[in-house]
Structures are given as structure tokens and as C-alpha cells.
């Protein structure tokens, strides 16, 4: 008997424990701090996609032999259809860390990369037009600061062609730097930007000395009027720091209406030696378009290129031309522009037929077509 009052006493100590609060079970349990939060994993944000295909057909009325338009970047290619670009571009806008990398095909990247080192090799940067990383301070007014591979700020066109006036490039443009690698910054105050740039130098990833390229850009953008000054020098030759290249471009915009806009670019150049003679060159061109009615524009550009002494394009010559372009723009990203265009030098220089370098001039038709989505 008295074995079973024990027992009977131990089950109700054990019925009597289980029904007490969770805290009495526990009492240190109040003391222990709550584990901290695992902190949450950056992210980019939100990424805006946008790109473009860029074709065309050129009819070349010297018809030459090898195919080619003479001096053209990128409308490169006579009497055939061409691929010039597709591209996909993919950005998240600084906050305060952003990226952008426009990924990009056809002939144009061909011609786009023509002079950089690593063309003899794999090319596996050859289809990368921009990649660079962002930052922008919250509390710096607007001062940005880009690390990659980027277009360069020179220049009046842009190397998208829906971007541009005409569909063809000028001489400007195509003798001038597409790209550089290194570093960027720049600082609003109202109106004018000014910014500098570190670079390894003009159209290559892949430094062919040990110097740097410096650029110094500013740019003043008004309602109706807007001026643009670059000016990048550094040495350019391989392998050696001998020699300082220095060019100087300036554009001047004007939009006196919402229809028409003007603008003026004039670039000089020079390529220092070691010894005398330096090369010199210069140019100046005059573009003008007008939006005849809601999807159609007329765009004209005149210019004069001066290769003092054959430094750019291999002959002492003066050249000059003029391009008349017919655009209709749809609103759901469909453009297409009917373009002619004529080059002319006061030396031998275009080919015809099967004759290189024998016309002082090259007249081409162009009907182009460009299909774009997107911020840009």
C-alpha cells in the first residue's frame, strides 16, 4: 500500500509539472537577448533593358571591286546588305552603386575595335561596347564617379544610329576615339559639367605603353543652346611614352525650335614626334535637321576634313562631303532613313571598280533600318 500512495503521488508531481507556465519551466529563458537578424543581401535594384538591330543596304555607285565604302564608319559596306549592329544593353542607375553593360554584334564592333591589341588574339572582348561600374554619393550634389570601359565624350554623333541626325557617320567621327578604359568623374553646378578622365588611352582596353591618357570634358546644356569641349592628350605610339597626342573637340548645339536644331563640330588634332615634322589634322562640320511633320525629318550635314600630313587617313588631302537623309520614325521604336551621301578629295583616293584609289570622289544610296527598345 505504501508503495502504491508513492507511486500515485509521483504521477501527480509529474501532471502538476506539466501543467506549469512555459516561464516556470524556463526562468532564464527572459534573459537571453533574440538573435540578430541575418542582414539582408545587396542588390543592384531594379535593371532597365534596352537595345537595338541596326541594318542596312549601300549602293555604291563607283562599284568597287573589294566591297567597300571608302572613309566610312560604320555604313562600311558597298552594294550588300549588312548587319551593322544588334545590341542589348543592360543598367542600373547609380544609388549610389550602379553598373551598365552594353553587349554588342555585328560589323560595327569589327570596326569599332579595329585598333585594339587584343584582335590578334581570342577578341573576347570584341562584343563588350561599355562595362562599367557606377558610384554616386548621396550627399556630393550629383558627382559621379565610373569605372570600366566607355564611350568616349568626344564627338557630336554617337555610335548608336538611331541616336544621330544621319545615318552615316563623318569624317569627324570616324577619325576620332570611340572608347576608353579607366576611370571617370564628373560634378554638376546648375548648368555647366565639368569632369576628368584616367585613361589608358584611345580605342583600346589593353594599354600599348605605360602612360595614361588625360581627359578634361565640360559641358554647358541650355534650353536653346548647349557647348560641349573635350580635350584628352596623352601618349598614343607603342611602346614608348615619347610623343604627347593632344585633340581638341567642341560642339555647339542650337535648338532655336522644338522642329529644327543646327550644330557645329569642329575637332584639331596633333601627334607629337620626337623629331619634326608633327602631324596635324583638322575638320569642321555644319548638320542641320528639321521634323517636317510627326514622323518624318530631313537632316543634311556638310563638312571639311583636313589630314595635313596623311597621319589619319594615309594621303595629304583635303576632304570633304555632303549626306542628305530621310527619316520616318514610328513610336513603337521602328526607324527608317533613305540617305545620300558624297565624299570627294582633291586627291586620287576612292576606289572604282577594279581600280584602288583612282576617283576623287565616291557618291552612295543608302536605305537603312533600325528597330530599338528601351530608355535609349
Not at 104 to 109: D, I, K
Not at 251 to 274: H, I, S, W
Not at 326 to 334: A, D, M, Q, R, T
Request: hydrophobic share 35%.
Amino acid at each position: 500500500m505504501k508503495f502504491d500512495k508513492c507511486l500515485c503521488s509521483l504521477a501527480g508531481l509529474v501532471l502538476f509539472a506539466g501543467n506549469l507556465p512555459a516561464q516556470s519551466q524556463t526562468p532564464d529563458s527572459q534573459q537571453q537577448p533574440p538573435a540578430p537578424a541575418a542582414p539582408a543581401a545587396w542588390s543592384a535594384g531594379p535593371i532597365d533593358f534596352s537595345g537595338l538591330v541596326d541594318g542596312y543596304y549601300s549602293l555604291n555607285f563607283n562599284h568597287p571591286a573589294s566591297g567597300t565604302n571608302n572613309l566610312r564608319n560604320f555604313d562600311v559596306r558597298a552594294n550588300s546588305f549588312s548587319l551593322n549592329m544588334a545590341k542589348l544593353v543592360m543598367e542600373h542607375s547609380a544609388d549610389p552603386v550602379g553598373f551598365r553593360v552594353d553587349l554588342a554584334f555585328g560589323r560595327s564592333m569589327e570596326l569599332f575595335h579595329l585598333t585594339e591589341p587584343f584582335q590578334n588574339g581570342s577578341g573576347v572582348m570584341r562584343n563588350i561596347m561599355q562595362a562599367y561600374v557606377s558610384f554616386k554619393p548621396e550627399k556630393l550634389g550629383g558627382f559621379q564617379f565610373d569605372f570600366g570601359k566607355f564611350v568616349t565624350s568626344a564627338g557630336a554623333e554617337l555610335t548608336e544610329t538611331h541616336l544621330n541626325w544621319n545615318y552615316s557617320r563623318a569624317f569627324l567621327y570616324a577619325n576620332g576615339p570611340y572608347y576608353h578604359f579607366g576611370a571617370r568623374m564628373s560634378k554638376p553646378f546648375g548648368r555647366w559639367t565639368p569632369g576628368f578622365q584616367l585613361v589608358n588611352g584611345w580605342n583600346n582596353v589593353e594599354d600599348n605603353n605605360s602612360g595614361k591618357t588625360v581627359g578634361i570634358t565640360n559641358a554647358f546644356s541650355g534650353k536653346r543652346v548647349s557647348l560641349y569641349n573635350n580635350y584628352y592628350f596623352g601618349p598614343e605610339k607603342t611602346g614608348t611614352n615619347a610623343g604627347y597626342r593632344h585633340f581638341v573637340d567642341t560642339v555647339l548645339l542650337l535648338t532655336p525650335t522644338d522642329k529644327a536644331g543646327f550644330y557645329v563640330n569642329y575637332d584639331y588634332g596633333v601627334d607629337k614626334n620626337e623629331q619634326k615634322p608633327h602631324s596635324h589634322w583638322n575638320g569642321i562640320a555644319f548638320a542641320g535637321r528639321y521634323q517636317v511633320v510627326q514622323h518624318w525629318a530631313f537632316a543634311a550635314r556638310y563638312e571639311f576634313y583636313n589630314d595635313i600630313n596623311g597621319f589619319i587617313t594615309g594621303t595629304r588631302q583635303h576632304l570633304q562631303e555632303f549626306t542628305g537623309t530621310l527619316e520616318y520614325k514610328h513610336p513603337k521604336g521602328f526607324l527608317t532613313r533613305l540617305e545620300y551621301r558624297r565624299d570627294w578629295s582633291n586627291q586620287p583616293y576612292f576606289d572604282r571598280g577594279n581600280e584602288n584609289a583612282s576617283a576623287k570622289s565616291q557618291d552612295t544610296l543608302l536605305l537603312g533600318f533600325v528597330v530599338y527598345f528601351g530608355p535609349r
